[in-house]
């Protein structure tokens, strides 16, 4: 089975960065496309950010600016660099891989961004 394991999640004031990570138990290079997405209480799951197989990357226009995704293909691992954190990004955030036929999702690492 596929485990994706989210961590580097906490609570910061605004404006401060935060990295999160993905560890994979599968090469990353297996799943057509990688990526980040947050949920709020009361809200509905959004897309933070994406990357292909290929490399090619796409984020939410709430984070475009502030947010990248990234690979470390050695370690098995997808990053989210988080800078310039507002109160509005506070919500759990989910490490996702896709396949043709099924979609991988981790257990989700906590973000608070106080003010």
């Known amino acids: 089975q596929v485990q994706l394991v989210e961590s580097g999640g906490g609570l910061v004031q605004p404006g401060w960065s935060l990295r999160l990570s993905c560890a994979a138990s599968r090469s990353i290079f297996s799943f057509n496309r990688m990526g980040w997405y947050r949920q709020a209480p009361g809200k509905q799951r959004e897309l933070v950010a994406t990357?292909?197989?290929?490399?090619?990357?796409d984020y939410g226009n709430s984070v475009k600016g502030r947010f990248t995704i990234s690979r470390d293909n050695a370690g098995n691992t997808v990053y989210l660099q988080m800078n310039s954190l507002k109160p509005e990004d506070t919500a759990v955030y989910y490490c996702?891989?896709?396949?043709?036929?099924?979609?991988?999702w981790g257990q989700g690492t906590q973000v608070t961004v106080s003010s």
């Open positions: 996702n891989a896709v396949l043709p036929t099924i979609d991988y």
């Open positions: 990357i292909t197989r290929e490399g090619i990357t």
